[in-house]
């Protein structure tokens, strides 16, 4: 997570220390020259992070699996909006509250002269002055609804649908107003080529192109509501399916227009024989509430995927442990299945499973027979009635070069990784869990 930002800020922060911070320490004669360079800086760096956020909008396959699944790619989609929200702010202040102080009296602006008469040419800078202004205060506007919870989703994501026309309208603010020296420079040269880089998805995305090739149409063919709430949709897809490796999710749409795709875990393996899909949805929020109410059989369906890399795959083949709390558990309910078809487990699998289900049996109902025919010691826990899963009972069936996988809420997560990872008894590495908040 911390190298792509680290490029993201170090890459163009050294090209202008090596090319333009020289001739702006020989030139400058105080402080409103050191403010114009650090204007452009920082207008530089915007534009680099709006596009960076920009190109993994777009879920490139490459950058997915490089990143370590969706999961990832939206969280550092997420912290580079932040960041670039940042840099606005301080471009936007840098150009603002000098200029302000000096109106008011309390700092003085060197004497200018008269100005010549504007050509033809100044009124593309000026319309990129104005477009600028503009798309900036709409960024810090999207920041402040996506860290804002309290707004409902299908707000923030309508709102977010603006992306790509500030996007385009900051970059041709930030290369209008670039300055002539940087032309000449790896780092104007740099910058072009990145905003480039994220026009073409900000283009994609006003067409609603982004992730088309990995869309599959299908159709509801059985809602049964468990225990707890929790759904469960199977569905066969249309139009065909490419397989799935457990533990991986879909983008689902169900048609609502308002809240469009939701990532869900595949609650099921890949039989290419059977051909259907499975979903488990527990009705956390207000969509998902809703779902219960208006999904039925003979619903269509969009998916789009699959995605992730939480996929139970290490190479070194060693024993696993395995971690979920409430529907955390779906993950695992795919690989159960894909584990009993090739006739259960080849390495140690201890499964802690936790829920608040008042010690009844919980979804899944059959959950014992599932790790049995797969092979796998279930290790089950009521947290309404027993309290949460401590991390030495965790830590007493670690083995040496085993894995942990981890699905349930992030608290814990966060708690669980450092206390075994802090003992010593799991690598730093070994520690694998699904990170999705879309906000």
């Excluded at 090319?19 to 534009?47: C, E, H, M, Q, Y």
């Excluded at 860290?147 to 026309?165: A, E, G, N």
């Excluded at 207000?286 to 190479?315: H, I, M, Q, W």
């Amino acid at each position: 997570m911390k190298r792509p930002l680290l490029l993201l800020a170090g890459l163009p922060l050294l090209l202008w220390a090596l090319f333009s911070l020289p001739d702006v320490a020989n030139s400058a004669k105080g402080f409103w020259d050191w403010r114009r360079a650090l204007i452009f800086l920082s207008g530089t760096l915007a534009l680099w992070w709006m596009s960076a956020g920009m190109v993994l909008a777009a879920r490139p396959s490459r950058l997915e699996h490089d990143v370590g699944g969706l999961d990832r790619l939206y969280r550092l989609h997420k912290h580079i909006g932040i960041g670039a929200g940042v840099i606005v702010f301080t471009h936007w202040m840098l150009e603002w509250l000098p200029k302000n102080l000096a109106k008011a009296g309390f700092i003085e602006r060197p004497f200018r002269g008269p100005r010549p008469p504007k050509g033809p040419s100044d009124m593309w800078v000026d319309l990129a002055k104005d477009v600028g202004e503009w798309a900036g205060y709409i960024l810090l506007a999207l920041v402040v609804v996506a860290l804002v919870r309290r707004i409902p989703y299908r707000y923030f994501r309508w709102v977010h649908k603006l992306f790509p026309l500030v996007f385009i309208a900051g970059a041709y603010h930030g290369l209008m107003l670039m300055p002539a020296g940087f032309w000449l420079q790896p780092l104007g040269w740099l910058t072009t080529l990145v905003a480039a880089l994220g026009v073409v998805p900000a283009l994609q995305a006003l067409r609603g192109r982004i992730g088309a090739q990995r869309r599959r149409d299908g159709i509801v063919e059985a809602v049964t509501v468990h225990a707890g709430g929790v759904m469960e949709v199977g569905i066969r897809p249309i139009s065909r399916w490419p397989g799935h490796q457990a533990g991986q999710c879909v983008l689902a749409d169900f048609g609502d227009v308002a809240e469009g795709a939701h990532p869900f875990t595949l609650a099921s393996a890949w039989n290419p024989s059977d051909g259907r899909l499975s979903l488990a949805i527990k009705p956390l929020g207000d969509y998902t509430r809703s779902l219960a109410g208006r999904l039925k059989a003979g619903d269509a369906v969009r998916l789009e995927g699959p995605y992730g890399g939480f996929t139970f795959d290490e190479a070194q083949g060693g024993a696993q442990v395995w971690v979920a709390g409430g529907i955390g558990v779906t993950p695992f309910l795919a690989r159960l299945e894909e584990l009993a078809a090739a006739g259960g487990s080849r390495v140690p699998v201890d499964f802690f499973y936790s829920s608040a289900d008042h010690g009844g049996p919980g979804f899944p109902a059959d959950l014992p027979a599932r790790c049995a025919a797969a092979r796998v010691t279930l290790h089950r826990r009521h947290t309404d009635r027993d309290g949460p899963i401590p991390s030495q009972m965790v830590e007493a069936h670690l083995r040496p070069g085993c894995s942990l996988w981890f699905c349930g809420p992030s608290t814990w997560g966060d708690q669980l990784e450092q206390a075994l990872t802090r003992s010593g008894q799991l690598a730093l590495g070994a520690f694998h869990r699904e990170l999705f908040e879309f906000r």
